[in-house]
């Protein structure tokens, strides 16, 4: 199956960037997911990239991704402290199954 | 527009017995996906529905079984309920039938079993 393979922590400064990292085994996923967790909810959608494109632009969010190398990056401008949660990305196929790892723990300090 | 709904929000269960969740999906969408999703750890793939079918199946053993309704709304059901099954257990809505590449997911049902 799926591997999916993310930092467990990190943590920025209220203002900076935050630059979350993904890497993932399965070639054939065609649509690449972040969502974002905070404690005791479900999950957030936040952005997804098709397979085909190498980046993509959403407001405070920048999806990047390097399909040979099969790593996929976002990118949070401006980090806020609302933005302080888990955040998973989840390479998904054509069939619509979702492969998560087990999370970036991004805390925002003032 | 209601997103994907998730009953009930939390569930306290004794070792052995069933269990039943139910999600409804968002407005417009006809696939529902469960997940298993252990403390400390990131969701894991039950089962998917879409036509009243289960389409694809996680490595879960069938003690997890599932249905889906004429509505779009679908069961997880849970058997001989183990210690081990303590986990948020998230469903996620989509829609094979128009391309729509988007997932969304309910807020989960907490189940803890003593």
């Known amino acids: 199956g799926e591997d999916v393979e993310q930092s467990l922590f990190l943590s920025v400064r209220e203002g900076d960037s935050s630059v979350i990292n993904c890497t993932y085994t399965?070639?054939?996923?065609?649509?690449l997911y972040w969502y974002k967790q905070e404690p005791g909810a479900g999950l957030q959608l936040l952005t997804y990239?098709?397979?085909?494109?190498d980046m993509k632009q959403d407001q405070r969010l920048t999806v990047l991704l390097n399909k040979k190398d099969k790593h996929l990056s976002l990118r949070i401008a401006d980090t806020q402290t609302g933005d302080s949660a888990i955040y998973f990305c989840?390479?998904?196929?054509?069939?619509?199954?979702?492969?998560f790892g087990a999370g970036t723990t991004v805390t925002v300090r003032a | 527009d209601a997103g994907v709904t998730q009953s009930p929000t939390h569930l306290i269960k004794t070792r052995g017995q069933q269990v039943t969740l139910r999600c409804s999906p968002k407005?417009?969408?006809?696939?529902v996906s469960w997940y298993q999703q252990a403390l400390g750890q990131g969701p894991q793939f039950i089962f998917q529905?879409?036509?009243?079918?289960?389409?694809q199946r996680g490595n879960f053993p069938d003690r997890f079984s599932g249905h889906q309704f004429p509505n779009y709304s679908s069961e997880l059901n849970v058997n001989a309920l183990l210690l081990g099954d303590s986990a948020l257990y998230l469903c996620?809505?989509?829609?094979?039938?128009?391309?729509?590449?988007?997932?969304?997911f309910g807020p989960g049902t907490r189940l803890t079993v003593l």
């Open positions: 996620a809505s989509s829609s094979r039938g128009q391309g729509l590449n988007e997932q969304f």
């Open positions: 399965d070639s054939s996923s065609t649509y």
């Open positions: 990239i098709f397979s085909n494109m």
């Open positions: 989840a390479p998904g196929s054509n069939d619509y199954k979702l492969s």
């Open positions: 407005s417009g969408h006809d696939t």
């Open positions: 529905y879409y036509e009243e079918e289960e389409r």
